[in-house]
Nanobody, 120 residues
């Protein structure tokens, strides 16, 4: 199983970024995006179900971030708008073959992480 992330980078506050993740050799039930800032726990900010008919977001990103999954493909994207300095973190794509969830221990495959830095 391989998860390959792309996107991320440096952006000014108020700007936008897009992350993408392609999963191979796996049949996900759900795909999620997590982030971890220095000194903080990893948190799930968005998740999408296999048919893309169900999504879930952390309160901190609702209305600013959009998770999407391409039909029939194991590709998930995260569109991030109105970025804030507190969004700075390493962002991880993850796959669950167990249950639709935003809990990290329900996810069994992880990407390598992509740095997102938002300057003020």
């Amino acid at each position: 199983v391989q998860l390959v992330e792309s996107g991320g980078g440096l952006v000014q506050a108020g700007g936008s970024l897009r992350l993408s993740c392609a999963a191979s050799e796996v049949s996900p039930l759900g795909m999620g995006w997590f982030r971890q800032a220095p000194g903080k726990e990893r948190e799930c900010i968005a998740a999408v179900w296999r048919d893309a008919d169900k999504t879930s977001y952390a309160d901190s990103v609702k209305g600013r971030f959009t998770v999407s999954r391409e039909n029939g493909k194991n590709i998930v994207a995260l569109e991030m708008r109105a970025l804030k300095p507190e969004d700075t973190a390493v962002y991880y794509c993850a796959v669950t073959t167990l249950v639709f969830s935003r809990l990290s221990y329900d996810y069994n495959y992880w990407g390598q992480g992509a740095q997102v830095t938002v300057s003020s």
